[in-house]
T-cell receptor, first 112, second 114 residues
């Protein structure tokens, strides 16, 4: 157990809908990362937050947004969902803005 | 642009054998190279990591070899066990870049036969 928690574990929704994925980092970790894992694209970095501020951005779609709250938990919002958004979404955390990243168990999203 | 290329995509090894997974990178700014192990239904877990100031790092049965001039690094799993059956990902990041994003290889599915 990495200490990173993610909810929900599974999510099934329809195209065009909006969902929110939640992540709680390890105790004491200030940085949160979001990654998408799909069969064709592998593990792709989406976005990083450090102590509430956006630190780095990857190939995150405009339909996706994220934020990190004062209690350091983070949410990833996915809107206008398409079939191709079906994937595993992982959250990771690290103590500082750099350093070892510890991954959560992931949220499996299925868009029908 | 795939900045970290990983091979093979899959491999089968007998119990007690050696599993070897190779990765090559393009970005010379990369200076941190971790390996992650992922079991089905779980998130990636850090296995071992290396920085380019050393050519080899060993932790138990797992060894990373690093060749800076060739821009390649590899994971060796010695005395492979059925419990090692998992997908392994190499990754890389740069301390010079904004943030701390990991760029992952495509993954290698390892099956250890008893």
């Amino acid at each position: 157990d990495s200490g990173v928690t993610q909810t929900p574990k599974h999510l099934i929704t329809a195209t065009g809908q909006r969902v929110t994925l939640r992540c709680s980092p390890r105790s004491g970790d200030l940085s949160v990362y979001w990654y998408q894992q799909s069969l064709d694209q592998g593990l792709q970095f989406l976005i990083q937050y450090y102590n509430g501020e956006e630190r780095a951005k990857g190939n995150i779609l405009e339909r996706f947004s994220a934020q990190q709250f004062p209690d350091l938990h983070s949410e990833l919002n996915l809107s206008s969902l398409e079939l191709g958004d079906s994937a595993l979404y992982f959250c990771a955390s690290s103590q500082e803005g750099r350093g070892t990243q510890y991954f959560g168990p992931g949220t499996r999203l299925l868009v029908l | 642009q795939q900045q970290v290329k990983q091979s093979p995509q899959s491999l089968i090894v007998q119990k007690g054998g050696i599993s070897i997974i190779n990765c090559a990178y393009e970005n010379t700014a990369f200076d941190y190279f971790p390996w992650y192990q992922q079991f089905p239904g779980k998130g990636p877990a850090l296995l071992i990591a290396i920085r380019p100031d050393v050519s080899e790092k060993k932790e138990g049965r797992f060894t990373i070899s690093f060749n800076k001039s060739a821009k390649q690094f590899s994971l060796h799993i010695m005395d492979s066990q059925p419990g090692d059956s998992a997908t392994y990902f190499c990754a890389a990041s740069s301390s010079k870049a904004a943030g701390n994003k990991l760029t992952f290889g495509g993954g290698t599915r390892v099956l250890v036969k008893p």
